[in-house]
């Protein structure tokens, strides 16, 4: 039996894959059960410094795994229900709160929690086949997978509760045009083009990007007075270390950058 999902780390970058494609990978107990080891080990491997998120067989994840919960719902009750919730939310944390990049690759649909998962990156590559839906207001749910954090600072409160409210299905188009997906690319590209965003911060300042990504999640929540004072205390720390000193060393030496976005390679 294939394992429910994959992953591999080749030079600093880490690929999991979500691996039951004849259910459109859509999250079971084994599923969530090996992304609860897999991803504390991830954020405790110095050597990746960046990671990528992708499904299987022309698929993202469709979402939680509805025939599962069917099943178990007869011995449910309210605190065993909340507790399934819960037992996901360690794991889910860590990937929102990565300090190094998160990169989604979206093929086919990301519905429900699936469209959770891929929220929780810091960009997401789709292809033109790509589907969003928070699906949860047909089966009579709210939405979860940390959606309720993350949706409505990449798309504003207004449209955050029409796209919860409506469940209605987003293609890969106006996804771009919301801002939920950075670019399209594709379907034989997807992955290469996801590996070559990642493969740009293997050169970047682990500090610099850790600060940014906490600060921006910090910011939406803070003030004025607060933003300005830890850019100061972060520009400090990041001014403190060899890395930055060498960078500006290259700078006037008229050397080429350690760190460098991924070229216009076809997108």
């Known amino acids: 039996m294939d394992a429910p999902v994959l992953h591999e780390v080749a030079d600093g970058i880490a690929t999991i ?3 039951r494609p004849q259910a459109r990978n859509a999250l079971d107990a084994a599923m969530k059960e090996a992304l609860a080891a897999l991803v504390p080990a991830l954020v405790a491997d110095a050597s990746v410094r960046a990671v990528i998120l992708t499904g299987a067989g022309g698929a993202f994840c469709a979402g939680g795994d509805l025939r599962g919960m069917a099943e178990v719902r007869p011995t449910m009750d309210f605190e065993g229900w909340r507790a399934r919730m819960r037992d996901v939310q360690p794991w889910l944390a860590q990937l929102i709160e990565l300090d190094r990049p998160l990169i989604a690759a979206v093929d086919g649909p990301a519905f429900g929690a699936g469209f959770g998962l891929a929220l929780a990156a810091d960009f997401v590559v789709a292809t033109p086949r790509a589907r969003f839906c928070l ?6 749910l709210g939405p979860d997978f940390g959606a309720m954090y993350t949706l409505p600072r990449v798309v504003g409160v207004q449209r955050a509760k029409e796209l919860m409210l409506s469940a209605r299905e987003v293609g890969a188009d106006e996804a771009l045009r ?15 083009r996801a590996r070559a965003l ?3 911060f293997i050169g970047a300042s682990p500090l610099a990007v850790k600060l940014i990504k906490q600060d921006v999640a910090r910011s939406l929540a803070s003030d004025l007075p607060t933003m300005l004072a830890l850019e100061a205390e972060h520009q400090a720390r990041c001014f403190d270390t ?12 008229k050397q080429p950058p350690r760190f460098s976005w991924p070229p216009d390679d076809g997108r």
């Open 17 to 19: 894959t979500l691996n």
């Open 135 to 140: 699906s949860f207001m047909k089966v009579g």
């Open 242 to 253: 060899a890395y930055q000193a060498e960078a500006v060393e290259r700078f006037l030496a």
């Open 178 to 192: 919301l801002g939920l997906v950075l670019e399209l690319q594709p379907e034989d590209r997807l992955l290469e």
């Open 198 to 200: 990642a493969r740009s």
